[in-house]
Nanobody
Framework: QVQLVESGGGLVQAGGSLQLSCAAS????????MGWYRQAPGEQRELVAA???????NYADSVKGRFTISRDYAKNTLYLQMNSLKPEDTAVYYC???????????????WGQGTQVTVSS
């Protein structure tokens, strides 16, 4: 049973930094990709950052240059380092992992429960 547990959210002033962590219940080697999504009240959930098994990363334009996604295989943990935070970054941040065993297989995906990030002005 796969479980993803986020931590590290909180209240921070604009310009500050936070690091989010996503601890997986097992090895993260098995995932083809992991990522962070966020959802603000009344808005759609959006992809913030993603990383593939090979280490390739991509970011939403709104966070590029400020956020960094990384993983620690030894700790089975995914991270999101957030710098130069803006009030617009306020949202619930969700950890996501997916596995696609074969080309015609359905995607197996898992979500964490989310962690609140609030950036004050």
């Amino acid at each position: 049973q796969v479980q993803l547990v986020e931590s590290g959210g909180g209240l921070v002033q604009a310009g500050g930094s936070l690091q989010l962590s996503c601890a997986a219940s097992g090895s993260i080697f098995r995932f083809d990709a992991m990522g962070w999504y966020r959802q603000a009240p009344g808005e759609q959930r959006e992809l913030v950052a993603a990383i593939t098994g090979g280490g390739s990363t991509n970011y939403a334009d709104s966070v590029k240059g400020r956020f960094t996604i990384s993983r620690d295989y030894a700790k089975n943990t995914l991270y999101l380092q957030m710098n130069s935070l803006k009030p617009e970054d306020t949202a619930v941040y969700y950890c996501h992992a997916e596995k696609k065993p074969c080309i015609e297989c359905r995607v197996f995906e898992h979500w964490g429960q989310g962690t609140q990030v609030t950036v004050s002005s």
